[in-house]
């Protein structure tokens, strides 16, 4: 069995982020393992811009985000195989894969960086009643096949849910000449970011239903309609609104679920709040020398803050490779959603390795207007910072500085929770 | 390797030929039809082509297992719930002693997990002892009632309400469709014909033989077997025959992630009521949990359609058994049709005034149980009704095998890829399904022509993802070993195309 410095498993936006910081800290033995024929991950088809505001100041399409971190990976020689899906990471490490040219492939990893993304909620997990015709797919796959795969997978359209994915493709459906006749919320605000909201589905006349679900699917075999219902303030159908609305196509944008099960065969932990790896300051998982990063650790909105996510991930597995990382001393703190608040990520702080200052990401419950965010420990006030809206559709952070830190109380965990303004 | 497929001699084929050509009708004769190719129908045509016969296999769909057969509980039942001399008892448990051989010819996973049935109070508990009784007189072997404490030791999970159960460790478990597809198989390798994709519209008896109309094509049988399931009736009336009549009863289903399928080791059932066995919690081979069905006659023999009240209704009939499985772990829900007869019993006999047709209908469960013994039946009905059977010389008793890439060993999986490299490309992540064995599926004989059919042959599409991420890639597949454009590739034949057309 080989043995190879750093693994890392998916090159998507993460583990590209990841391979290429951990190069630049000093590992050279890395492998990028990629399922698909291509590098980029979810990027690939994401042709619409605005990607790299943040960290390249532009709006960038996905394939020209991923391709300044693909071109970069091949500059530095960073070795990746396409086609490869991996199998198993053992708790030890040990990674098997598979390929059609290297058959079986059996590796030890020093350390090993997770790094496979998420995947869509499907019809079945929302359980919506009716028949199972063709014609109704995850908001991502219809993307596929619309972007990479060159089809049009139907004419009129209804999309269930809010998220971007969702918006997006109502966009795009339009664009290529299809009747997107509603996107439906469940939820009395969209899951989406306002700019696609405006954007995708303001620009081009689309109705957006809020509070409104889809209860029965209509149709033998090509789906012929779906009945629409408003739902009461405890989400359940006010069966007398019901509507029924003639499509061919129902795209579910309903949520993204980190993809795990690696991770769960590992042993590693995992939060229930956010499906991913419970981590560290670090990106360190619970079990030693095992990172993560990016949508497998919970989802993010943009693909920007992945890469810095990842970029962290791969510079302290750098140094857990190169050995070089100091033995932890003292309290591990955990941090906690408080009030108000969802989940937060990283789970877990080991107060002297975090370099100048930590940054906390998380999402809240519902939608609040002119509060604070605090980070509080025991009775003491870290930090606090004002906002004037928050959603749960859009990931929020605050940062906790190396000098704030010293007011950390040794008797209480880390809570990060909102108060009224 | 020694197996070889079945080719009709170069005659038959100028014959159709020809016949083709001159009148827009294929023109075949045969000794014996079977119509449906539901696990029955095509159990009875893998018994049959064990001889020198000329048998078709007429479906309308565009695979088989399309009926009843593709959505049911997947138990082979011990036996035990029939009453004592029906045929449903007899040939439940001489189909439960033939599955396991069976299913190794075939290469199908049957496991043999037992079955529990849960008495809650005393009532329940009676019950179970006329259970046992039945089950005595039906010579289901090695049943027994056990205490409230032995159950609980054997299945933890269970409600700590029940009072005790009857367990027959006979029970098990098959997937009904794979079972299926293995049947077909194994008779197409010994020469059945599969006619796929045709309905029956008419049955004439004529002159000893029976002349049967699909449209616009047209063939004739010396025998026809009735294996129509819900539509067994119409069969039936075809020929006149119509003392009994088959009421769509449809059961509906859900299926839980491989997270949550060992929350149980056995099949669990709930004491029986008058309008059937109740909603059962099993492990399926595959290693998910299933739970349903609940039973509601309908009109409409074809309505599969799932409703919210039947959703709740099974969530809380399976509650009952187990208060602690997880309803996030949802993957998918479905409905299946039973086809009830209006007898009490299965309805497989010759008929007394059209010689030479058998039916066999109504086989509502423990059809699934029975049906390796219904094909022997039949088999020995064709017999006493004069048909003559010579065994092949060459038979092929055991179907090729298939590889199932996630079952093999590390050693295996290094072989397969270097023999074919498509073996080493996974496909279907969640269920790890390579290239190799979607191409292998599609070219094997009655092999998958959408992606639902690849779907219950691989697994491909099955998983916790439902097919969002592999679609595209057996779309793709489909479309290049059937040589169609991708927009050409359907869900399960007719209208049910995927995609719509190429991007502009």
């Known amino acids: 069995m080989e043995n190879i410095g750093l693994v890392v498993i998916g090159g998507g936006p993460a583990g590209l982020a990841a391979a290429i910081e951990a190069y630049k800290n000093g590992v050279r033995d890395i492998l990028v393992l990629e399922r698909e024929r291509e590098l980029g991950g979810i990027l690939k088809q994401c042709i619409h811009n605005g990607f790299g505001l943040h960290i390249f100041g532009e709006e960038l399409t996905g394939p020209e985000y991923a391709w300044r971190y693909i071109k970069q990976l091949k500059e530095l020689g960073i070795v990746y195989k396409l086609n490869t899906t991996v199998l198993n990471i053992s708790h030890d490490k040990i990674v098997t894969a598979v390929n059609s040219n290297d058959g079986l492939i059996r590796l030890r990893g020093k350390a090993v960086i997770l790094a496979m993304g998420c995947r869509e909620r499907t019809r079945g997990a929302l359980n919506i009643p009716g028949t199972r015709p063709a014609g109704v797919y995850t908001a991502g796959t219809a993307q596929r096949f619309v972007n990479m795969e060159g089809y049009l997978p139907g004419k009129k359209a209804v999309i269930l849910g809010s998220g971007d994915i969702g918006l997006i493709m109502a966009r795009r459906m339009t664009l290529e000449g299809a009747k997107v006749k509603m996107v439906c919320e469940l939820l009395p605000y969209s899951g989406g970011l306002t700019r696609n909201i405006v954007q995708c589905l303001h620009d081009f006349g689309i109705p957006l239903k809020l509070s409104h679900t889809v209860v029965a699917i209509d149709g033998r075999e090509r789906l012929e309609g779906v009945t629409v219902c408003r739902v009461d303030e405890n989400r359940r159908p006010i069966m007398e609104t019901a509507e029924y609305v003639e499509c061919d196509t129902l795209l579910l944008s309903v949520g993204l679920i980190p993809e795990n099960e690696l991770s769960e065969e590992a042993g590693i932990e995992i939060d229930p709040a956010t499906s991913g790896p419970v981590v560290n300051e670090s990106m360190e998982t619970s079990v030693e020398g095992i990172f993560a990063c990016g949508n497998v650790v919970h989802v993010h909105d943009l693909v920007d803050y992945v890469t810095q996510e990842s970029k962290m991930a791969g510079r302290c597995a750098a140094e857990y490779v190169k050995g070089t990382g100091e033995i932890h001393e003292g309290k591990i703190y955990k941090t906690l959603a408080g009030n108000s608040v969802l989940y937060v990520v990283p789970q877990i702080i080991r107060k002297n390795f975090v370099k100048d200052e930590i940054k906390f990401f998380f999402r809240v419950k519902n939608i609040y207007k002119n509060i604070n965010v605090v980070i509080k420990s025991g009775n003491s006030l870290l930090n606090t910072q004002k906002k004037l809206k928050v959603t749960p559709g859009e990931m929020e952070s605050i940062r906790l500085s190396k000098k704030q830190m010293e007011f950390l109380n040794q008797k209480s965990d880390i809570y990060v929770e909102l108060e009224e303004g | ?504």
């Open chain 2, 1 to 504: 390797m020694k197996h070889g497929h079945y080719k009709p001699s170069v005659l038959m084929w100028l014959f159709c030929f020809f016949n083709t050509l001159s009148r827009e009708v294929f023109y075949m004769e045969y000794d014996a039809a079977i119509i449906g190719a539901g696990v029955v129908g095509s159990l009875i045509g893998r018994e049959l082509s064990k001889y020198d016969l000329n048998v078709c296999l007429i479906e309308k769909a565009e695979d088989v297992a399309m009926g009843s057969s593709k959505a049911n509980s997947a138990v082979i039942h011990a036996g035990y719930d029939a009453n004592p001399g029906s045929l449903k008892a007899m040939l439940n448990v001489r189909g439960n002693m033939l599955m396991e051989k069976l299913a190794r010819e075939l290469d199908v996973p049957f496991k043999r997990i037992g079955s529990l049935v849960l008495a809650f109070n005393e009532k329940d508990m009676l019950q179970l002892e006329k259970l046992y009784q039945k089950g005595i007189k039906n010579h289901v072997p090695d049943i027994e009632i056990l205490s409230r404490r032995r159950v609980l030791e054997m299945e933890p999970q269970l409600s700590r309400k029940i009072t005790g159960a009857l367990y027959a460790p006979t029970a098990g478990i098959v997937s009904p469709y794979d079972l299926t597809v293995g049947a077909v198989e194994n008779a197409a390798e010994n020469g059945i014909e599969l006619i796929l994709g045709k309905k029956v519209l008419d049955i004439k008896p004529y002159k000893g033989k029976f002349t049967i109309i699909m449209g616009t094509d047209v063939i004739y049988s010396r025998y026809v077997i009735n294996a129509a399931g819900v539509y067994a009736d119409l069969i039936s009336a075809m020929v006149g025959e119509t003392e009994f009549s088959i009421i769509p009863r449809r059961g509906e289903y859900m299926l839980f992630d491989k997270k949550i399928g060992n929350i149980v080791s056995s099949i669990i059932f709930n004491t029986p009521s008058a309008t059937g066995k109740g909603i059962l919690a099993t492990p399926t081979v595959d290693g998910n949990l299933l739970i349903g069905p609940n039973a509601h006659d309908i009109k409409d023999k074809n309505d599969v359609s799932t409703t919210a009240e039947g959703m709740q209704e099974v969530l809380e009939g399976a509650g009952k058994l187990i208060p602690a499985f997880n309803q996030r772990e949802i993957i998918t829900s479905f409905a299946g049709i039973r086809a009830a007869p209006s007898t009490e019993d299965f309805i497989i006999k010759a008929s007394q005034t059209t010689k030479g047709f058998v039916n066999a209908g109504g086989i509502e469960s423990p059809g699934l149980s029975a049906a390796p013994a219904i094909a022997e039946y039949v088999r020995d009905i064709l017999i006493s009704e004069g048909l003559t059977l010579n065994k092949k010389k060459n038979y092929y008793l055991v179907r090729r095998p298939v590889i199932r890439f996630r079952e093999i060993n590390d050693n295996q999986k290094v072989r397969i890829i270097k023999e074919d490299p498509r073996y080493g490309n996974i496909i279907c992540r969640c269920e790890k399904v390579t290239e190799g064995e979607i191409v292998d599926c599609i070219h094997r004989p009655a092999g998958a022509r959408n992606s639902d059919a690849v779907k219950r042959r691989t697994r491909a599409g099955m998983g916790r993802c439902q097919g969002g991420f592999c679609m595209p890639g057996v779309v793709g597949i489909l479309a290049r070993e059937l040589d169609i454009p991708a927009d050409k590739v359907t869900k399960f034949g007719g209208n049910s195309r995927l995609l719509l057309r190429k991007t502009k």
